[in-house]
């Protein structure tokens, strides 16, 4: 727990001190305080939250305070009070009373801190419901290099994340989880997301865990496990700097009742070989059907094992739901529950650039973050809220680090809707991989495990 015990002294009912009138606080004041480097009280957090999710304050200046905050970094009592405050700015989902078979369901959520082909939520899930566990997922959208799991998921024909509290409720019980939007829950979040999406300000860690554990905590999960990215790809490149995220998130998620332990995982280089939105659908399926990159299975599977442990269930082996079928017979139960059709093809952009190898030999390290950006210019993120995402942008690396390359052949294939996007994605990509006569320095994906 922090040291200055921040965390112990979270209200755990949602309540808060009555809020001054308008009158009492200004934003300026707020900026220019934070931008000083002062911390902010209490009272100035939760009127700052309330303010802008009732559009009290202008977007202008709460990107100018967001960028206070990148810079100037919070305290664990301020992170602590905005969380709280963003949790209190909507609803708490509370699943308790639901009951499959006559027990409780067992209540357990992933969420990653985002990373460049990061599409483990979609196989994790149905591995999780195929060993008795119950997802609730509010799930978010792509947020500047990295791709988000509703993007993705939504790719899929007829599939939608806008599910209403019965909704859930019903397919947690009836199916065993639930991707949504998170609607009502924590809408300053909503907002804070998307400006931060647009303003540079994504890889600020108070930011990160405030964002991350107020949708968390909301959604109604008794347990939870974090996928703290470090590396090029990452929010955070420093192993320090990841460690500090997840003991914070972890830490959060206590105060509110939530058992946390957090996974410290590399993201130097992309996640499997697909990078964009229906083309990660396309190898999750793979990975269900028992296939698929080694390790996009060893994350989906070692996660598994955290979040079934979390939840208190061990009967099961996840890694044989993904050999016997039966995670893939649960993913259709949920894409079908939310409208989608694995029978209609995915998207795929209507024009294709390849790049080929210069020389043979080895393929040397990607650079995850060359390649999110790529992607991004190629027109699978946004540029301002709200933005329209083209499903079917992404790109294919068909070499992987440390495996052969022969001169000439594809290493990369870069998909979109507007061929007039291919210049600027190259221009990424250039300088970001390389093919030598050595393999690269091997990393283990798995770094290290922090708990309560």
């Not at 067992?106 to 196989?123: E, Q, R, W």
């Not at 107020?214 to 939870?224: D, F, T, V, Y």
């Not at 208190?312 to 082996?317: M, S, T």
Request: proline share 6%.
């Amino acid at each position: 727990m922090p040291s200055d015990g921040a965390f112990d002294a979270l209200p755990s009912d949602g309540a808060f001190d009555a809020l001054p009138s308008d009158g009492a606080f200004d934003a300026p004041t707020i900026i220019r305080t934070k931008r000083d480097g002062a911390a902010l009280s209490d009272a100035a957090i939760d009127w700052v939250i309330d303010a802008y999710t009732h559009d009290r304050i202008a977007e202008a200046q709460m990107s100018a305070l967001l960028m206070a905050i990148f810079l100037r970094g919070m305290t664990d009592a301020e992170i602590a009070r905005w969380t709280a405050a963003m949790i209190a700015s909507g609803d708490r989902f509370d699943f308790s009373d639901l009951r499959r078979n006559g027990r409780p369901l067992a209540l357990v959520d992933k969420h990653s801190t985002g990373g460049v082909g990061d599409k483990i939520t979609i196989p994790l899930v149905p591995v999780v419901m195929a060993c008795g566990g119950a997802v609730p997922q509010a799930a978010g959208r792509g947020l500047g290099h990295t791709g988000g799991t509703l993007d993705k998921l939504e790719a899929i024909p007829g599939f939608t994340a806008e599910l209403s509290k019965a909704r859930i409720r019903q397919q947690l019980s009836e199916v065993g989880a639930a991707i949504f939007a998170a609607g009502d829950l924590a809408p300053a979040d909503r907002k804070i997301y998307a400006l931060r999406d647009i303003t540079a300000t994504t890889e600020s860690l108070p930011l990160i865990a405030s964002s991350v554990m107020s949708k968390k905590i909301a959604e109604g999960a008794g347990a939870l496990v974090l996928d703290t990215k470090v590396g090029a790809g990452a929010f955070l490149k420093s192993e320090a700097e990841a460690r500090a995220l997840a003991r914070t998130m972890v830490d959060l998620g206590a105060a509110h009742g939530v058992s946390t332990r957090a996974l410290l995982t590399d993201m130097s280089v992309p996640l499997g070989r697909a990078v964009g939105n229906a083309v990660e659908v396309a190898e999750s399926l793979e990975v269900l059907e028992g296939g698929g990159p080694a390790d996009v299975v060893e994350l989906t599977v070692t996660l598994a094992r955290e979040m079934l442990d979390a939840a208190g269930l061990d009967a099961v082996d996840p890694a044989q739901t993904l050999r016997d079928g039966t995670a893939m017979d649960q993913f259709r139960r949920l894409v079908t529950a939310q409208g989608g059709d694995l029978g209609q093809p995915l998207p795929i952009g209507a024009h294709s650039e390849t790049v080929t190898a210069p020389r043979g030999g080895t393929m040397g390290d990607i650079d995850a973050m060359a390649v999110g950006l790529a992607v991004w210019r190629l027109g699978a993120g946004r540029s301002e809220p709200g933005q329209r995402v083209q499903f079917g942008a992404g790109m294919t690396m068909h070499r992987r680090p440390g495996e052969t390359v022969t001169a000439g052949e594809p290493v990369f294939t870069l998909y979109t809707d507007t061929p007039q996007r291919f210049a600027a994605a190259l221009s990424e990509l250039d300088g970001a991989w390389t093919v030598g006569d050595r393999p690269p320095p091997s990393r283990p994906l798995i770094i290290d495990r922090i708990s309560e």
